[in-house]
Nanobody
Framework: QVQLVESGGGLVQAGGSLRLSCTAS????????MGWYRQDPGKQRELVAT???????NYADSVMGRFTISRDNVKNTVALQMNSLKPEDTAVYYC???????????WGQGTQVTVSS
């Protein structure tokens, strides 16, 4: 019922910046929180940052002070500004949308972020 499309991934050097964007479509009225998760081969998918419709945010300790999540409720988008990137940030980043009343989580296709040293 919700479709998510990410963009903005790429290859950068350590210390550089990237901005990821995710656009939601479909039953967007059902979305409560949105966020970004990431996953490297051999690792579990981990939370990067989440944001509620009212703007409350939550960040993983590893990205605090470097990443900023934002949301536009009119355009139905969520963005992740990533600064001071480290090689450890290399992963596929996935956009997430949670529809609490539907007991559903929706995921984008993922966008690759690669940080070289």
């Amino acid at each position: 019922q919700v479709q998510l499309v990410e963009s903005g991934g790429g290859l950068v050097q350590a210390g550089g910046s990237l901005r990821l964007s995710c656009t939601a479509s479909g039953s967007i009225f059902s979305i409560n929180a949105m966020g970004w998760y990431r996953q490297d081969p051999g690792k579990q998918r981990e939370l990067v940052a989440t944001i509620t419709r009212s703007g409350a945010t939550n960040y993983a300790d590893s990205v605090m002070g470097r990443f900023t999540i934002s949301r536009d409720n009119v355009k139905n988008t969520v963005a992740l500004q990533m600064n001071s990137l480290k090689p450890e940030d290399t992963a596929v980043y996935y956009c997430n949308a949670r529809a609490v009343l539907l007991h559903k989580d929706f995921w984008g296709q993922g966008t690759q972020v690669t940080v070289s040293s």
